[in-house]
């Protein structure tokens, strides 16, 4: 069973870069069809996936973030990271890393998968923007 923890500070001061990892156990990230994502859900709003990390490498954002974050991953590690630039207080939000098969990617919405506990989700850490 793939099992994900997440680890990161929970509070970053605005105009500074949020850093978070996720390491994967039970599983590997270069696992075929499996999609590694970054998602986060803001205070009173709906999940909003970040981006997400394919088995070959290949990175898709969100474009309203694109601009702003990076995602990478460390094979020899079985983990991969988010940074977020330019943070400010609308960043603020639980972050939650998740590994998706490909067969529920793009069969169901992001909010029906964290519902249905669908997939393998990291614990959620609460990231503040604040000075």
């Known amino acids: 069973q793939v099992q994900l923890q997440e680890s990161g500070p929970g509070l970053v001061k605005p105009s500074q870069t949020l850093s978070l990892t996720c390491v994967v156990f039970g599983g590997s990230i270069t696992a075929i069809n499996y999609y590694w994502a970054w998602i986060r859900q803001p205070p009173g709003k709906g999940l909003e996936q970040i981006g997400y990390i394919g088995a070959t490498g290949r990175v898709v954002y969100n474009p309203s973030l694109k601009s702003r974050t990076s995602i990478s991953r460390d094979s020899s590690k079985n983990q991969f990271t988010l940074q977020l630039n330019s943070v400010t207080p609308e960043d603020t939000a639980v972050y939650y890393c998740?590994?998706?098969?490909?067969?529920?990617?793009?069969?169901?919405?992001?909010?029906?998968?964290?519902?249905?506990?669908?997939?393998?989700w990291g614990q959620g850490t609460q990231v503040t923007v604040s000075s």
């Open positions: 998740a590994g998706i098969p490909g067969s529920l990617w793009g069969t169901w919405s992001i909010r029906d998968l964290r519902e249905r506990n669908l997939g393998s």
